[in-house]
């Protein structure tokens, strides 16, 4: 079985300042790794996935991910954020058994 | 394309009763997956279904159910609902492939609050 730990529950930041929001997992066979966001009453989108390959992953609206396999880690960062990323973000982790397991998740707030 | 349909958006039900709620994926998608939201326990996998057929389940009692069409379309139910089954249900689609490397788009949800 799988697990996801995002070690920040509330992340407050100032636009254009960088942000990283950690993820941590566990599993007992490889994995895959992915990022979502969420705004207020809407579902969740993708910002970006580790499938294979380079372990720095670029996703949409300036994110990336990096990909740690000896630290069992995924975060995710900005170099700059604006307002319209105030959002909750999730990572997820899936294998082979047809689902996702979640973390708690992340709130990013954005302030002028 | 259209993306994921869910419907009804919005639903206020009592205790004991039951709800459907549907789901209509992606075009071509074959996959449909249930997730129930709820501030407490965050997000939690209910099931999921490829070609009408359910290929994993969740730990939720069998008060929730849900079954998938020939046309790849989804549906869920829960029975007897109790207080704490108000929630966002999102459902969310994939080709259906390789599972693990299946990226999932999700709809927008169905929040159910009871009574």
């Known amino acids: 079985a799988q697990s996801v730990t995002q070690l920040d529950s509330q992340v407050p930041v100032f636009e254009e300042a960088p942000v990283e929001l950690r993820c941590n997992y566990s599993s007992s066979v490889s994995v895959y790794l992915f990022w979502y966001v969420q705004y207020p009453n809407q579902g969740l989108q993708l910002l970006l996935k580790?499938?294979?390959?380079?372990?720095l992953v670029k996703g949409i609206n300036g994110f990336e991910a990096e990909f740690n396999k000896s630290q069992t880690s995924f975060h995710l960062r900005k170099p700059s954020v604006h307002i319209s990323d105030t959002a909750e973000y999730f990572c997820a982790v899936s294998n082979n058994d047809y689902k996702l397991s979640f973390g708690a998740g992340t709130t990013v707030t954005v302030r002028a | 394309k259209a993306g994921v349909t869910q419907t009804p958006r919005y639903l206020i039900k009592t205790r004991g009763q039951q709800v459907t709620l549907s789901c209509s994926p992606i075009?071509?998608?074959?996959?449909v997956s249930w997730y129930q939201q709820t501030p407490g326990q965050g997000l939690q996998f209910l099931f999921e279904y490829f070609s009408e057929t359910q290929r994993n389940k969740g730990n939720f009692p069998g008060r929730f159910s849900g079954r998938q069409f020939s046309n790849s379309r989804s549906e869920m139910n829960v029975s007897t609902l109790e207080l704490g089954d108000s929630a966002l249900y999102l459902c969310a689609s994939s080709l259906g492939g390789i599972s693990g490397a299946n990226v999932l788009t999700f709809g927008a949800g169905s929040r159910l609050t009871v009574l």
């Open positions: 580790y499938l294979s390959g380079s372990t």
């Open positions: 075009s071509g998608h074959r996959s």
